[in-house]
């Protein structure tokens, strides 16, 4: 889950910037939750959850940003596109799990790509 504090902005960055999909958006009991997947046949996905309003529900709940690493087949190209998309981007960097750079959402979390080799 991310815990985010503008669900539709949060919607909007991943699925128009990055390219993610949204698989539901529902509203249930005035709590609303966003599902969305990097790809219709992934296997894992991210549920975009309002901060507010879960730190009032759960207040014992850690509501920080998990770290998450993303593969890609072509990093460069990944890159570029987020450059272009205005997206915020680190510089590109080779660690030991590759080739990668990291990346921040609309709320200036971040998160990292890693070429899949």
């Given at each position: 889950m991310?815990y985010?504090?503008?669900?539709?902005?949060a919607?909007?960055?991943?699925t128009?910037?990055?390219?993610?999909?949204?698989?539901?958006d529902?509203?249930?009991?005035?709590?609303?939750?966003i599902?969305?997947?990097?790809?219709?046949?992934?296997?894992?996905?991210?549920i975009?959850?309002d901060?507010?309003?879960?730190?009032?529900?759960?207040p014992?709940?850690?509501?920080?940003?998990?770290?998450?690493?993303?593969?890609?087949?072509?990093?460069e190209?990944?890159?570029d596109?987020?450059?272009?998309k205005g997206?915020?981007?680190?510089?590109?960097?080779?660690?030991s799990?590759?080739?990668?750079f990291?990346?921040a959402?609309?709320?200036?979390?971040?998160?990292?790509?890693?070429e899949?080799?």
């Amino acid at each position: 889950m991310l815990y985010v504090d503008n669900q539709e902005e949060a919607k909007n960055f991943w699925t128009q910037k990055v390219g993610f999909s949204v698989v539901e958006d529902q509203t249930e009991n005035g709590i609303r939750w966003i599902e969305i997947v990097p790809t219709m046949d992934a296997q894992t996905s991210f549920i975009l959850h309002d901060k507010k309003i879960i730190s009032e529900l759960e207040p014992e709940l850690t509501l920080t940003t998990p770290s998450l690493m993303f593969y890609t087949l072509n990093v460069e190209e990944l890159y570029d596109t987020f450059t272009q998309k205005g997206i915020t981007v680190g510089e590109m960097v080779t660690t030991s799990s590759g080739k990668g750079f990291n990346f921040a959402d609309n709320e200036n979390q971040y998160f990292v790509v890693v070429e899949k080799r």
